[in-house]
């Protein structure tokens, strides 16, 4: 079953595109990460589905709703955990969760049940009359997804959720996370510039420059580059140096930022023989298992790094 399905869309700010012709599904009880560096539009995106911003092509369907036609009902089916805090800061836990609770329309002995709920679900029961600004980061963070929950959305999405959050904090909401989708079957879209977390999704979007670039499992995407990846590393990599190599070795190295790298079965014999070269301008040789940054620059022969917005 489908939840969400981003068709076409495009997006601009003036002139300049934030997002080229998006299109992908996410089905129901999947962790889907949209994963990019800063600038490439994941922000956008995430305030497109959400609503937040008004969509002029293409179309986002929710369960079966476009966003178009029925926001207000689209509205009720999502919960939006933002990259920025939105906690109140000098109130309870539980003030927190009346209040918003208040905002979906929730009152009464139902809207009491489901604080008592999400709390509960979330490990936070005992937290419930603490001031907000003595949590950790990432019981804040447990907090703002509680928040989100409240109104019994079967899609939660979540723009950077892990951050400003230490490690420990980090593998914290992870468990979270899964646990909402096998105990509740419920469907998380999360945006991140961070490989581990992308690691962690079920189904894995690379957004660049507006643009998606590859899309499938993170295994998936890693296994594209075969078995094994390797970088010769070079301060002036060049198309001619990567011809001065297939005369040495019989296969062509692609030029990247910062060497030339095979991205195929490479194997020892051939790291071997490349380790001879080194100090013929080259400064190492790199030798291991494809990860998403290789992925990305397979993809759009640049390095992961952060893009003007």
Known sequence: MTTLHVDQVSFWYGSRAALSNVTFTVEKGHIFGILGPNGCGKTTLFRLISTLLPLTHGDIVVLGQSTK???TWVRRQIGVTFQAPSLDLKLSVYENLRYHGWVYGLSGEHLQARIATVLRELGLADRKTQIVQEL????????EIAKSLLHEPPLLILDEP?????PAARLELWQLLNQLREDQGMTIVLTTHD????ERCDQLLI???GQVVAQATPSALKESLGAATLMMHHPAPSE????EVYELCGRRPRVVPGGLRFDSNADHELLLQLAAQIGNGFTGVSFGQPTLEDVFIQKTGDRFREVQP
């Open 207 to 209: 957004l660049n420059r």
């Open 162 to 166: 892990a951050t400003g959050l230490d």
């Open 69 to 71: 036609q029925n926001a």
């Open 195 to 198: 490989m581990d977390e992308a």
């Open 136 to 143: 950790s980061g990432g019981l804040k963070r447990r907090v």
């Open 240 to 243: 001619e140096l990567s011809v």
